[in-house]
């Protein structure tokens, strides 16, 4: 007979604990730890037997054979970039992203795309019917034969949907409304999205069908549900982006078929989303010539450099303490920076309000835009231009020098492709490459000698 047991389980971290506790002693955050009852109908120690057949035997690496995994492409470039490549059969991808910010619609297209490829797709809405799935198709223009579309939240009966139709790629949008049924606990709880996802992984790799999972997100930007979502499947995607602009961001933070940190820029039009190909141009379009406070970067993301226009206003502040705000930069590294400014070149920021941000909505945070940074809070303390065809490269240290980047060769090609006449960089990483024609590089060792290439004092 199947015995019931209650616990208590934190919905951030996983964690579980026999009794209920204000405080979760795993993530430390309060109000989580909820009520769920557990099933358990194996008798003991039965875990420890598999099933005939299917225990594997260890062998010498040396004598295992290695191949490279097949990729599916899709028409879209940015996407193929971002997953390495393709989609790898087989596979478990997590996107998540904020409520309306087009993770259904991204993946739609990428579902008529595939099937009009001969590849047949099976895409599984939790939350819109059938009909309304077909509304937003017929808004996307997608006709295919190929793409199946079903609206089921029971895991079972998508199990033997997915047997009947045998797909190459299942849609699971999103798995935070799917269920176990032998799961007593509500759709979306840590032990549900548990089970789910262990389930749908057996699937993918027993049938070798890639399926893309949709997660939501918490109020904070992190996939909602356990931390142990994103450490099963393979690739985890982050869409970002505004509402309210029609530029959208997707990004790799996991991937084990490919590069992490990779980037791909889309933007929002009535057909759906169309790739960015040349970001760095849309980052720089508006950007005002002879305006104090403005420096532009060649950041990377992955694999693919990006130049990016990082914006300062530094004013006397009205109140004791002064105000620091910033807006895709790490609000720390701010105010690193402006420490090492006031005790290594002088400047007096104590009774500054300092704001920063980076235009175009973008959040870059690597050690290669501290010297843009400085050069821009520099720049709108002193109220003096920067120049509109430079690039300000290079990390910071807190004794005031000018560490060496990676990639400085990418980062200089980028400049001078989109026409800027001067970069400022490490002095250390001067030598070793070849410097494109038509633009100045320029070596720097202190912060001093950066601003006075880039200020002119």
């Keep these: 007979m199947a015995k019931k047991t209650t616990k208590f389980i934190c919905q951030s971290c996983g964690y579980e604990s026999p009794k209920w506790m ?33 225990a594997a035997k260890a062998a010498p690496i040396n004598t295992i054979q290695s191949e490279q995994e097949a990729r599916v492409e899709t028409d879209l470039v940015e996407l193929n970039r971002v997953l390495g490549g393709g989609v790898v059969p087989g596979s478990l991808v997590l996107i998540g992203g904020d409520p309306g910010i087009g993770k259904s619609t991204l993946l739609l297209q990428v579902s008529s795309q595939l099937s009009t490829h001969q590849h047949k797709v099976l895409y599984i809405s939790g939350e ?24 089921e939240t029971n895991l079972e009966v998508i199990q033997q949907t997915i047997q009947d139709i045998n797909p190459n790629f299942v849609i699971i949008d999103s798995i935070q409304t799917i269920f176990h049924p032998e799961v007593t606990s509500a759709p979306g709880s840590v032990s549900q999205v548990r089970e789910c996802t262990a389930e749908l992984m057996r699937i993918a790799k027993t049938n070798g069908i890639a399926i893309f999972i949709v ?69 720089l379009e508006e950007r005002s010539k002879g305006a104090s406070g403005s420096t532009v970067v060649a950041s990377m993301e992955g694999t693919r450099p990006i130049l990016v226009e990082i914006q300062a206003l530094v004013s006397p502040t009205m109140f004791p303490t002064p105000r620091r705000m910033a807006s895709g930069i790490d609000y720390n590294r701010v105010n690193l920076i402006m420490a090492v400014l006031e005790k290594r070149v002088g400047m007096l920021l104590q009774n500054q309000d300092a704001y920063l941000k980076v235009a175009g909505g973008v959040k870059i945070d690597e050690p ?82 950066a601003l006075k290439h880039a200020l002119g004092g």
């Design 215 to 283: 997660g939501h997100v918490t109020k904070e930007g992190n996939i909602a549900g356990p931390r142990l979502l994103e450490h099963m499947v393979d690739t985890v995607l982050y869409f970002e982006g505004e509402r309210h602009h029609s530029y959208r961001i997707l990004r790799a933070v996991k991937n084990r078929f490919g590069s992490t940190n990779e980037m791909a820029i889309f933007e929002m039009k009535e057909l759906g989303l169309v790739e960015v190909e040349n970001p760095s141009e849309i980052f």
């Design 128 to 151: 819109e019917s059938v009909k309304q799935t077909k509304l937003r198709a017929d808004r996307l223009q997608i006709t295919s034969s190929e793409l199946y579309v079903f609206s």
């Design 22 to 54: 204000g405080r979760c002693p795993g993530c430390n955050e309060w109000n989580q730890m909820t009520e769920e009852v557990s099933v358990i109908s194996k008798p003991k120690g039965a875990f420890l037997h598999t099933a005939p057949g299917t």
């Design 368 to 449: 290669a835009i501290d010297l843009a940074i400085a050069v821009s809070i520099a720049s709108s303390f002193r109220d003096v231009p920067t120049n509109a065809d430079d690039i300000v490269i290079g990390e910071i240290g807190l004794t005031g020098e000018v560490r060496r980047v990676s990639r400085i060769e990418q980062r200089v090609q980028e400049a001078a492709k989109l026409g800027f006449n001067r970069v400022i960089i490490p002095n250390n990483n001067l030598g070793g490459w070849k410097i494109p024609k038509d633009i100045q590089v320029i070596g720097v060792s202190t912060v001093k000698e």
